[in-house]
C-alpha cells in the first residue's frame, strides 16, 4: 500500500512502519523518545512493536489503564507528570501505541506539554486505524460528555500495521468496521457496496478497505482541517451516537457499548432523519437499516433512556449558537451538514428504529 501524504504529514503502512521509524528517531534529533500505551496494549502489541524498532533513542513507557472511562484530564494529569519526573523536554518525541483512546488522549498529552511536542500515532485496533488516529483531532472527555476538552495539533505522521488486528476481539472489529461504513455513505456509494457481502473477506480484501477508509477521511480533513465547513460530514451518525455512548457509558444499569457499537445506531437513525426530510429514499434507508443490523443487532432503548439521550444532545461540542448540528445523508455517498432536526423527529426515528 502506497503511502497517503496527509496535511503536514504523511500515512504510512506496514513493513514500510519501521523503515521511517528507523530513519526518524535519531539521538541527534530526539532527546528522548515515550512511548505511551494502555495495558491492553502494552500486554498485546508493545513486545511486537518493541521487537522491530531500532533506535538508539532513549526510550520510556508510559502506560495508563485500558477503558474510555480513564480517557480523561485525570489520566492526562498523571502522564504529564511522568513526562516530567522522566525528563521530558521539547526534543522529546511521543509514540501513542493504541486504540482510539490511546491516540486521542496521547495526542492531547503531546500537544499541551511544554506547549507541544512531536507525536507519532500507531494505532492498534480497526476504529483507531480509518478514524481516531488520522486529522489531527486530539481530547479526552469531560465526565461521560465525550471529547469535550481537547485540540486539532496534527501528528508527525501515523504508522499502520494491520497485523495488529490480529490481537483484536471480534467487538473491537466490529466496532470499527462501524466508521468505514459511514465513509461509504458520505462519500463513496461504490465503497458502500463493498460492505454489502463481507463473507468471504480475506486479509488483503480488509488492509485495501482500510485504505480506501483512511484515504475518505484523509480527503475531507485535508480540505477542512479545522471543521468549518466539510469536515462536519465526517459527524454523520455521531450526534445521536455519541449521545447513546455517553448515556450508556454514566448508566450502571447499561452495558457499555463501544464506539462503534453506537454510531451504528446512531446512523440508521439518522438515516431515518433524512428519509423525513426526503434527502434519501425510503428504499436507500431500509437499505442501509438492513446492512447495520444484520453486523450489529438491535440496541434496546426505553422511553426514559430516549428522553435522557436527548437531554445530552445539547452538550454536544458540534452544536452552534445553542442549536444541535446534523449532518444528513444526501443520497448515499453524499452529505448535508448544519441540519437542524427536532426532539419529534428524533422520537420518530428511535421508534421505527425499534421496528
Same mark, same amino acid.
Given at each position: 500500500?502506497?503511502?497517503?501524504?496527509?496535511?503536514?504529514?504523511?500515512?504510512?503502512?506496514?513493513?514500510?512502519?519501521?523503515?521511517?521509524?528507523?530513519?526518524?528517531?535519531? &539521538?541527534?534529533?530526539?532527546?528522548?523518545?515515550?512511548?505511551?500505551?494502555?495495558?491492553?496494549?502494552?500486554?498485546?502489541?508493545?513486545?511486537?512493536?518493541?521487537?522491530?524498532?531500532?533506535?538508539?533513542?532513549?526510550?520510556?513507557?508510559?502506560?495508563?489503564?485500558?477503558?474510555?472511562?480513564?480517557?480523561?484530564?485525570?489520566?492526562?494529569?498523571?502522564?504529564?507528570?511522568?513526562?516530567?519526573?522522566?525528563?521530558?523536554?521539547?526534543?522529546?518525541?511521543?509514540?501513542?501505541?493504541?486504540?482510539?483512546?490511546?491516540?486521542?488522549?496521547?495526542?492531547?498529552?503531546?500537544?499541551?506539554?511544554?506547549?507541544?511536542?512531536?507525536?507519532?500515532?500507531?494505532?492498534?485496533?480497526?476504529?483507531?486505524?480509518?478514524?481516531?488516529?488520522?486529522?489531527?483531532?486530539?481530547?479526552?472527555?469531560?465526565?461521560?460528555?465525550?471529547?469535550? !476538552?481537547?485540540? !486539532?495539533?496534527? &501528528?508527525?505522521?501515523?504508522?499502520?500495521?494491520?497485523?495488529?488486528?490480529?490481537?483484536?476481539?471480534?467487538?473491537?472489529?466490529?466496532?470499527?468496521?462501524?466508521?468505514?461504513?459511514?465513509?461509504?455513505?458520505?462519500?463513496?456509494?461504490?465503497?458502500?457496496?463493498?460492505?454489502?457481502?463481507?463473507?468471504?473477506?480475506?486479509?488483503?480484501?480488509?488492509?485495501?478497505?482500510?485504505?480506501?477508509?483512511?484515504?475518505?477521511?484523509?480527503?475531507?480533513?485535508?480540505?477542512d482541517p479545522t471543521e468549518n465547513g466539510i469536515r462536519k460530514a465526517l459527524n454523520f451518525g455521531h450526534t445521536l451516537g455519541h449521545g447513546i455512548e455517553s448515556y450508556f457509558l454514566e448508566n450502571e444499569e447499561k452495558i457499555t457499548l463501544l464506539h462503534g457499537e453506537a454510531i451504528a445506531v446512531g446512523m440508521i437513525l439518522e438515516s431515518y432523519i433524512s428519509m423525513e426530510k426526503e434527502l434519501i429514499s425510503k428504499e436507500e434507508y431500509h437499505e442501509i437499516k438492513s446492512v447495520i443490523l444484520a453486523m450489529y443487532g438491535v440496541v434496546?432503548?426505553?422511553?426514559?433512556?430516549?428522553?435522557?439521550?436527548?437531554?445530552?444532545?445539547?452538550?454536544?461540542?458540534?452544536?452552534?449558537?445553542?442549536?444541535?448540528?446534523?449532518?444528513?445523508?444526501?443520497?448515499?455517498?453524499?452529505?448535508?451538514?448544519?441540519?437542524?432536526?427536532?426532539?419529534?423527529?428524533?422520537?420518530?426515528?428511535?421508534?421505527?428504529?425499534?421496528?
Amino acid at each position: 500500500m502506497h503511502t497517503i501524504n496527509a496535511n503536514g504529514y504523511s500515512v504510512y503502512f506496514n513493513d514500510s512502519i519501521y523503515t521511517y521509524l528507523s530513519t526518524t528517531l535519531h &539521538p541527534d534529533v530526539y532527546s528522548k523518545l515515550i512511548i505511551i500505551v494502555d495495558s491492553k496494549t502494552s500486554d498485546y502489541c508493545l513486545p511486537n512493536f518493541l521487537a522491530n524498532l531500532a533506535t538508539e533513542v532513549p526510550l520510556e513507557i508510559i502506560e495508563f489503564e485500558s477503558g474510555e472511562e480513564f480517557k480523561n484530564i485525570e489520566t492526562c494529569f498523571e502522564i504529564w507528570s511522568a513526562l516530567t519526573e522522566l525528563g521530558a523536554d521539547r526534543k522529546s518525541i511521543i509514540i501513542n501505541l493504541g486504540g482510539g483512546v490511546v491516540t486521542d488522549l496521547g495526542g492531547f498529552v503531546a500537544s499541551t506539554f511544554k506547549r507541544g511536542v512531536e507525536y507519532i500515532n500507531v494505532p492498534t485496533t480497526l476504529l483507531a486505524m480509518v478514524d481516531a488516529s488520522i486529522g489531527g483531532k486530539n481530547g479526552v472527555d469531560l465526565g461521560n460528555l465525550k471529547n469535550q !476538552i481537547g485540540t !486539532i495539533t496534527t &501528528p508527525k505522521a501515523v504508522l499502520i500495521d494491520t497485523q495488529f488486528l490480529a490481537t483484536l476481539p471480534q467487538n473491537e472489529m466490529r466496532s470499527g468496521l462501524a466508521e468505514m461504513l459511514k465513509h461509504g455513505l458520505i462519500r463513496d456509494k461504490s465503497y458502500w457496496n463493498k460492505f454489502k457481502n463481507l463473507n468471504n473477506l480475506d486479509t488483503e480484501d480488509l488492509d485495501g478497505l482500510i485504505y480506501e477508509s483512511v484515504h475518505i477521511k484523509n480527503n475531507v480533513v485535508s480540505q477542512d482541517p479545522t471543521e468549518n465547513g466539510i469536515r462536519k460530514a465526517l459527524n454523520f451518525g455521531h450526534t445521536l451516537g455519541h449521545g447513546i455512548e455517553s448515556y450508556f457509558l454514566e448508566n450502571e444499569e447499561k452495558i457499555t457499548l463501544l464506539h462503534g457499537e453506537a454510531i451504528a445506531v446512531g446512523m440508521i437513525l439518522e438515516s431515518y432523519i433524512s428519509m423525513e426530510k426526503e434527502l434519501i429514499s425510503k428504499e436507500e434507508y431500509h437499505e442501509i437499516k438492513s446492512v447495520i443490523l444484520a453486523m450489529y443487532g438491535v440496541v434496546e432503548f426505553t422511553q426514559k433512556d430516549i428522553e435522557q439521550i436527548i437531554t445530552l444532545l445539547i452538550h454536544d461540542k458540534k452544536n452552534e449558537f445553542g442549536k444541535v448540528q446534523f449532518a444528513l445523508l444526501d443520497g448515499i455517498g453524499d452529505v448535508k451538514i448544519n441540519q437542524s432536526v427536532s426532539d419529534e423527529l428524533i422520537f420518530k426515528a428511535f421508534a421505527d428504529y425499534k421496528i
